[in-house]
């Protein structure tokens, strides 16, 4: 589900907004976030990887924010099974990364 309009996400760790765009996708009910969106010089890759039986392997990366590192936290497909092929490269969090949904200005 492509969504774009009223709603602006924001993903933010202690405070520091890592991640907020105006497009972006929910699947399980996960936001999906462009991968434009996130500020990349707080993510890190991680060596992790798990599998979806329908959205294929799933990347990690870590955070690192205000000298708090979180593994693994955050989670993209680059190379997706076809039905996913929306949320490729697209970054999602677990929830202990807060996600606002604010109205766009």
């Known amino acids: 589900m492509n969504l774009m309009g009223p709603d602006m996400p924001r993903a933010i760790v202690n405070g ?5 765009s105006d497009e972006y996708e ?3 009910g996960n936001v999906y976030f462009p991968p434009e969106s996130i500020k990349r010089e707080l993510f ?3 060596t992790l990887h ?3 039986p329908w959205k294929g392997v799933a990347s990690y990366y870590t955070l690192a924010v205000n000298g708090i590192e979180l593994p693994d936290i955050a989670w993209y497909y680059p190379r997706p099974a076809e039905a996913a092929s929306n ?3 697209h970054v999602a969090f677990y929830p202990e990364v807060m996600i606002e949904m ?3 200005s």
Request: hydrophobic share 35%; net charge negative.
């Open 16 to 20: 520091t907004v890592v991640a907020e």
């Open 26 to 28: 929910i699947v399980e």
């Open 44 to 46: 890190k890759e991680s």
């Open 50 to 52: 798990s599998t979806c």
């Open 87 to 89: 949320i490729q490269d």
């Open 102 to 104: 604010d109205e766009a």
